[in-house]
């Protein structure tokens, strides 16, 4: 039973207009900056110092732009209810807990937090929950969200997304599957190459790399490549590992075909050329976007998304090179 805090009544302190966080989303949005992983936490602004504050705290790493659409999104959402949001960041489980007590010490009115590792939060989301502050969770926890005692969750099955890349290969005739995780122990990429094992009749093999360092990721799997020229198809685990993949395919003179999980702007044009087979869309703006405005109408009308007990899915939906042109517009913007 969820047992999260009982939502205070509308608050005449709300405000409507958020001119700073809107101007920043019409510049593209504030540029996460920081000391090594640990991005600092921005904020944007909306309704200045009146209207609801909300931290949103992932596990993203330092340059990764899946993290910048979920922020965008956040940032748009904050925006429209007029909300003070904090964005921080750190891709060390530790860091990322230290930045949710942080948001307590901070007293915000909500939390939205990622649970790529949900032994580690599990202790920092109890504080939060104790000092009467909602926690939703987005992305990564899909397994975890309940048992933890959050409002919500916002993101795909990854289990379910790993199947249907699992059928997608057997559709594509692959035979022999290598997938890709690039950080050991995050709960959200072993369910996805799990689910792809579960349902791929060929033969799936897991690779593990640091994905903290690309030049590392590229040598690896070009060498497992020239190692093994059997492996047909490659499964990576975000859009910028998935295009280091492409090049060592290339380098290793293989035969293997490239798919993906999550895609931005220049994964969406890779598979409209052919370069990357297919990608599985979670939606990243819309994770943020749902998780802060899921936390104001709880704080101002007391909803709860999915009941509390069910997630609002975002995907996995399959972006090729039939429908690329329909999602490029959108990843233009930054926004897909």
């Known amino acids: 039973m969820n047992t999260a805090p009982p939502p205070p009544a509308p608050s005449a302190r709300l405000r409507v207009t958020a001119l700073t966080a809107a101007v920043c989303l019409l510049l593209a949005g504030c540029s996460a900056t920081g000391d090594g992983e640990k991005r600092a936490a921005d904020t944007a602004r909306g309704g200045g110092t009146h209207g609801l504050k909300v ?3 992932t596990h993203g790493g330092q340059g990764d732009a899946f993290w910048d659409l979920v922020r965008k999104g956040a940032e748009a959402a904050a925006a429209k209810d007029g909300i003070d949001l904090t964005y921080a960041s ?4 530790a860091g990322q807990a230290e930045l949710v007590r942080d ?3 901070d007293r915000v009115d909500g939390i939205a937090v990622t649970l790529a590792k949900p032994a580690a939060m599990k202790k920092p989301v109890a504080d939060a929950r104790a000092a009467g ?3 939703v969770g987005l992305n990564s926890g899909m397994d975890a969200w309940r048992s933890q005692g959050l409002l919500g969750y916002f993101g795909q099955d990854e289990s ?7 059928d997608r290969l057997d559709a594509l005739r692959a035979e022999h599957a290598l997938c890709v995780i690039h950080e050991r122990g995050n709960v959200a990429l072993e369910a996805r190459c799990a689910g792809v094992k579960k349902t791929f009749g060929g033969l799936t093999e897991m690779l593990y790399v640091e994905g903290t360092d690309m030049d590392a990721v590229g040598a690896a799997l070009t060498a497992r490549l020239r190692q093994d020229t059997s492996i047909d198809e490659v499964v990576m685990n975000g859009a910028r590992y998935a295009l280091t993949a492409v090049e060592s395919v290339r380098a290793a003179g293989s035969r293997a075909q490239v798919a993906t999980f999550d895609l931005d702007e220049r994964l969406v044009a890779a598979v ?4 990357v087979q297919f ?3 979670q939606q990243p703006y819309l994770q943020g976007y749902l998780a802060v405005d899921a936390l104001w109408l709880y704080r101002t009308n007391g909803n709860v998304s999915g009941g509390g007990t069910e997630p609002v899915l975002t995907g996995p939906a399959l972006v090729t090179k039939a429908n ?5 517009r959108f990843a233009a913007n930054g926004t897909r």
Not at 160 to 166: C, I, L, M, P, S
Not at 324 to 328: E, I, K, L, R
């Open 103 to 105: 948001a307590i010490g």
């Open 324 to 328: 690329a042109d329909a999602v490029a």
């Open 279 to 281: 990608a599985v869309d």
């Open 272 to 275: 409209e050329r052919g370069d």
């Open 90 to 93: 750190d891709s060390d489980t």
């Open 55 to 57: 931290a949103l705290v």
């Open 160 to 166: 379910v997304a790993g199947r249907t890349v699992g």
């Open 133 to 135: 502050i909602p926690v």
